[in-house]
């Protein structure tokens, strides 16, 4: 007799395991806080919680590219193609673009299951897109399109885990996905550690040694996972740096995953974003040399497109057989929605110069990513001003990972309070400020250090009273603490 | 040196072997027909190809719901809102509806993630939809959107499946998306078997029998999948069955994972769709009795919108620290697509009467549901007519599950072939005809019995040249096999 048959101690052990810290313990005590503001307004020292705990931009009021926009509503209600009110409302060449989408689906049937890889045009257009931007061909039917990135690492996780001998490298601090989807397929996470003092450097001498000391305890690694540009760090890796990787994997013989979402978050003059393909094939290297996949997605770049959960994974290197067992996987689930597709295909294939659209899209991507650039710069000296506190330079992604070195009688209290030091930190900052930012421990750090996450995207024109908040707080944090 | 590192022989074996017939190796020979066809329309006795594989309804031609598709393009690009034209364009209520659902998400944003669970006033809607539908109270955070039901019925045997010594009981035949899961996450699936002479009904005496044998073999069978309306045995259940199953879970501590995606799909005057939480809850048992999901999707009924990848599940009886570790999971995809949470809610909360789209939507709904019910019957009614072949009922759901018994000489033929029978017959069905079913072996059967999934979703103007097909090519084939 077991009313409820289900107990903490009978579940999945893997799922106890995994961890999530983006959408955390941190998160659900803002969710809670925020309910409170709502029915009292006076509960607490702010006016309302401010999410910088994840790369969401359009919930801290970035808007969708135009463009865009009118494409997916012209799909979902393909009946006002013809009339001449939607010449009024929509761009002429959002109407020819949706029209021609129309066009590549079966049927037109944007309510049906798509081919489990995504509607074939859409990946020709795509695979178009990804040959443009890199210089090297593109088979479509390397590219499996999905309901954002995630499903698509989850997928590689899946094919490649046997078991908890088997290994993934993955960088120190790393995009919690990763951890999260390893512990899931019962695997084991390798770790190799960036370099922060470096600029969070990556180091083949590093990726060496984690290897030989995991093949020492019997794991086979399987899988290098690059991230690139980088989160939680931020940095854009140089194209030497590629190349060393790419041989590494080679010669090692293990699959390279790159994660390249945030290939259009690039800030600095000085560095530019190179996908893996490239650099592999301008080495020469092609199929029979290196396995890689490539993870894109429409949530992060300019175009933020988080809810859409539109991407895509361009897999090379395969076997046919290998390949067949993916396309397996991806049938399981049918195939990713046609929105999320559609949108994919719009943002490797924007308006281009000449186009109706151009100027304007040209204009609101322009004035976002500009915007983004200033608003890191911004908020990584606001960082680097505040006592016991190095910040990274943001040169991609949306994040800035600033290193926090904690008195003493904080580390104490931590201890007492039974969580991490810089959960300590993040909990204060957020009960005091109403600012919502990740631990590091949630990404993983060097032991003894201790760092925060916050993106860069809350709106500009309230970056500086963010950064006063922030000041007082952290004033005040080390002044109770101070030894 | 692998210059190749992945192998099938070194890739995850529940991978490998994980099935899905649903878009197995007939549709996959479909694909190859379909593409010669375009590339020469004279390769084929036939000039097109008939998917009758899938519940894809649109992709048949099947067309929307307008007002769904009214208020998901006004959600997209909510800019036009406002303006005149779209007065024109669209009705008034879509755009009233619009407005509601966009003044529910935090900052209009339907480009940003919502909350791991969905956007809380979406789930408010599906809550009061399905108040209304059972006449019991429901918890909006007892909810999980999701992108169609697949990934809920992951999260599922996810979160229950720890070794190869858990078990589910699932019907047998039943849809390959439990099978595959379950082979996915390394349980045991426990069969119970339909009984197809009696309308394909479910005994508990069977389940009971089932259960005890997997019992006897070390399994510890955690949950019961009941699929009502049955998929692919289209069978509608009696309420007194149900309250048998609901009683049988209880008594046994299993939770029952009821997939309930044909809700809106019964198409005889003598059956009626019953939640199994309408059920149990009338049957006076609460939270603390039972542990019970439901799944939906806005796939299926009427509205049949299988790319806008939309659903929900609905779990109840679970405690606080199992449902956190739900969350959790969850979250590490962040959040199901936008489009297909609103979709979801549409579905859950239609046009109602006095709304200025009511009564073409109701015109729309009906049309499309009188029209299955005939061709539900006009197929059953040929298949009854082919020698050998014995058809269910069409009470539910979107398939027909013929049985055919196949002369020996076709038994022999298909084990030369190297193949089930009935995937030989459907093969020689699809070369001669261009008609694509499933083999009954991909969704189970009672040993030596051969069954096809055929769906009734064929445009109801071609379902009498499609009998004229069917019925010539079986008459070619058993006179060809005859022994």
Redesign the interface.
Known sequence: ????????D???????E???A??GEIVILA?KIQEELKNNPNSHPFDEILYCN?G??????QQ?I?FF??V???C??P??LG?S??R???SGDSIKRASQILDQI??R????????QGIKGLRDTIAAGIEARDGFPVDPNDLFLT??A??AV?MMM?????SKKDGILCPIPQYP?YS??IA??GGTLVPYYLDEAAGWGMEVSELQKQLESAKSKGIIV?ALVVINPGNPTGQVLAEKNQKEIVDFC??E???LLADEVYQENVYVPDKQFHSFKEVARSMGYGD????LVSFQSV?KGYY??????GGYMEIT???P??RE?IY??A??????????QILASLVMNPPKVGDESYDSYFAEKNAILSSLARRAQKLEDAFNGLEGVSCNRAEGAMYLFPRIVLPNKALEAAKEAKTAPDAFYARRLLNATGIVVVPGSGFGQVDGTWHIRCTILPQEDRISAIITRLTKFHTEFMDEFRG
Chains 1, 2 share one sequence.
Not at 56 to 61: A, F, G, T, Y
Not at 331 to 340: A, D, F, Q, Y
């Open positions: 007799m077991a009313s409820t048959p289900i107990t903490i009978t579940i999945n052990p893997k799922v106890l995994c961890e999530y983006v959408r969710q994840i969401n931009p359009q919930s801290l009021s969708p135009t926009r009118e997916l509503a012209l979902d209600h009946a006002i009339k009110e939607t009024v409302l929509f079966p049927g049937a944007t309510g049906a299951y798509s081919h489990s309901d954002g995630s499903p989850h899946q094919l490649l885990i046997r996905l999260a989807s899931l397929h399987r080679k010669r013989g293990l699959v029979k040399d290196i396995a949530s933020g497109e988080c809810g859409k959960r290197g395969f076997s057989e290998i067992q397996k996987l049938s399981v689930n049918l195939c990713s929605n046609i929105s999320g």
